[in-house]
């Protein structure tokens, strides 16, 4: 159904979102199912990509795209421009419980240029391909003037100890200001429970874990996962001393977690901006809390010594170059009439010149250049 225009742009991205993480989890329980994971090795530890990586992010890229030609998308997977993506694989529909929810006021005028979206097809690659099921997510981050603002966390395959045929999708989503909805939350946690990675574990990242003197440690798959544990209260806080999570990885979870009253930084507690242009590794690390940051922090700074620290820099918000800036801009998307994929809808918050090279590729675009 479609919406009206009346209804703010934050709300109506939200509500498109949730709607395409539905569709996406829907792909990858389909991969799943028939069985052919089309694994394809990235290069790097653990890097993996899957059908499941590749068909989700082509729906949600090309149906936000569709729904919202003027907004910069960044996805994780780097697609060849020439795909022709499935007619089915367009989802028209709004999310009719997101739009039932006030905007909060100081969000309600935004305009398309403020907002970057980030999205994990499926964070916990690893994971899926080892049938740790539960670790996996689908993860749509929308970014406001550079801010994690609201967020989409999709599990495609929730209870799939429980349920047959490899449990249900269940959708969380959330707006700084407004909260976080399709959860539940249990009312107190013992100790100090932190979650960490299970497939791409280091040295400095159990020494970091260690610094923060767990009760019990939880090495599991996932940024989306894990966070997923802090919402719910199954876990105090995520620590990962490592550069290999990015801005898709994050995004999503932050807001969610920051709509609820935790947070999520740099292991040195500074913040990660989500501007177009910003490196897409999170250089700094990422610590996310349900409460006591601060403490984390401390923790961190105290134990951890300071030649290992300074190998994590905060990523500054300052954009980069021009150019820069357009060779990240490789990931590919359809065309509004999904005739071929090509192009990452990337706008930058820009410089004029910047902006006026997005204007000529969006022309290309929509001219059917697929070497954007
Ligand atoms: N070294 C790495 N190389 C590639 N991706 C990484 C690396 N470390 C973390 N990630 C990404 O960050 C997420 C959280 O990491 P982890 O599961 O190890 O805690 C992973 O799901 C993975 O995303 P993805 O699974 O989407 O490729
Ligand atoms: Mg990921």
Request: proline share 4%.
């Amino acid at each position: 159904m479609a919406v009206s225009e009346s209804v703010p742009l934050l709300m109506r991205l939200v509500s498109a979102s949730v709607s395409v993480s539905y569709r996406a989890a829907r792909i990858a329980r389909d991969v799943l199912i028939k069985g052919d994971l089309g694994i394809v090795d990235k290069g790097g530890k653990n890097d993996l990509q899957t059908e499941a990586d590749r068909s989700a992010q082509r729906c949600i890229i090309a149906s936000l795209h569709k729904q919202f030609p003027n907004v910069a998308i960044f996805g994780e997977e780097d697609l060849a421009p020439t795909t022709k993506i499935p007619d089915d694989f367009i989802e028209t529909e709004f999310d009719q419980d997101v739009l039932r929810h006030e905007c909060p006021e100081n969000l309600r005028n935004i305009n398309n240029d403020d907002v970057v979206i980030w999205v994990d097809p499926l964070d916990g690659t690893k994971e899926f391909t080892e049938g740790f099921l539960d670790h996996v997510t689908v993860l749509i981050g929308i970014a406001v003037k550079g801010v994690a603002t609201a967020g989409v966390i999709n599990q495609p395959f929730h209870n799939f100890e429980e349920i047959p045929k490899y449990g249900k999708a269940r959708c969380i989503w959330g707006v700084q200001g407004l909260g976080s909805f399709g959860f539940k939350r249990n009312a107190h946690l013992e100790g100090n429970v932190i979650t960490t990675t299970r497939s791409h574990s280091d040295y400095t990242i159990t020494k970091t874990v260690e610094a923060c003197e767990p009760t019990e440690v939880l090495r599991v798959g996932g940024a989306g996962h894990k966070v997923l544990l802090l919402i719910e209260k199954k876990a105090h806080a995520y620590v990962f001393a490592s550069i290999g999570c990015k801005k898709w990885d994050t995004c999503a979870p932050e807001a969610i977690l920051q709509s609820l009253g935790g947070r999520l930084t740099d292991i040195h507690g500074h913040p990660i901006p989500y501007h177009a242009n910003v490196v897409h590794n999170n250089t700094g690390g990422v610590l996310a809390t349900v409460a006591n940051h601060d403490w984390y922090v401390n923790k961190i700074k105290e134990k951890v010594d300071s030649e290992t620290l300074s190998k994590f820099e905060s990523v500054k918000a300052a954009p980069p170059s021009l150019e820069s800036q357009l060779s990240q801009q490789t990931l590919n998307i359809q065309n509004s009439s999904s005739k071929s994929a090509n192009g990452k809808v990337g706008e930058e918050k820009e410089p004029n010149a910047a902006k006026q090279e997005r204007m000529a590729r969006k022309r290309r675009l929509e001219e059917g250049d697929s070497k954007l």
